[in-house]
């Protein structure tokens, strides 16, 4: 069965130090591989897509088909990026399958 | 460009009521998702539309929900009779044109029902 795990409901971090948001998926076919985001009382939101290789934000998420893993990292954290963040399966173009998020905690 | 528009923001209603949510996706996009968050939980998905027609509803609970896109753009949710349990956030969103691209979410409705 398709599945998206995301191991940490909270994670606390100071400014300026990195932040890595994990992300673990089952699939047995080819994924594809998305973060979004939800700041405070906005709309959730499509950060950055394994496919584009891209970075949004100082974020970077490498897909890692050994682990299964597509982790979330940015080196040195803001207080701006404080969010809900979810990771999320696609699978045959059509079915996305999201995980149960992770709340990232910039502290000042 | 225009957002997914939904409405209304928030309801309450009682068990056993009806309610209705109306959907508007980014013009052209072929494809509406109609996804349930109940809090702390991820979205799951509720029903898929590409066009007018239903391309996955495996998870709507279909005693009491139902869902149709007419023309093939804007979307209706119903949930009749309602449970404690839909309490939850109902968020549309829609994608062009496969999920391939992401997704692009509304600001959702909150349903409470007591």
């Known amino acids: 069965a398709q599945r998206v795990t995301q191991p940490e409901k909270l994670l606390s971090v100071f400014k300026g130090a990195p932040v890595e948001l994990k992300c673990n998926y089952s699939y047995s076919g080819s994924p594809e591989l998305f973060w979004y985001v939800q700041y405070s009382r906005q709309r959730l939101q499509l950060l950055l897509r394994?496919?584009s290789r891209e970075s949004i934000k100082g974020f970077t998420a490498d897909l890692n088909k050994g682990e299964t893993s597509f982790h979330l990292k940015k080196p040195f954290a803001q207080e701006e990026d404080s969010a809900m963040y979810y990771c999320a399966l696609t699978t045959g173009g059509f079915k996305t399958i999201f995980g149960a998020g992770t709340r990232l905690f910039v502290k000042a | 460009e225009a957002g997914v528009a939904q409405s209304p923001r928030y309801k309450i209603i009682e068990k056993r009521q009806s309610v209705a949510f109306w959907c508007n996706p980014i013009?052209?996009?072929?494809?509406l998702y109609w996804y349930q968050q109940i809090l702390g939980q991820g979205p799951k998905l509720l029903i898929q539309?590409?066009?007018?027609?239903?391309?996955?509803d495996s998870q709507l609970p279909k005693d009491r929900f139902s869902a149709e896109r007419l023309k093939g753009v804007d979307s209706t949710l119903k949930i009749q009779p309602a449970k404690l349990e839909d309490s939850a956030v109902y968020l549309c969103?829609?994608?062009?044109?496969?999920?391939?691209?992401?997704?692009?979410f509304g600001s959702g409705t909150r349903l409470t029902v007591v």
């Open positions: 394994h496919i």
């Open positions: 969103a829609s994608s062009f044109p496969t999920a391939n691209y992401g997704y692009t």
């Open positions: 013009s052209g996009h072929a494809t």
């Open positions: 539309f590409q066009n007018n027609g239903v391309v996955d």
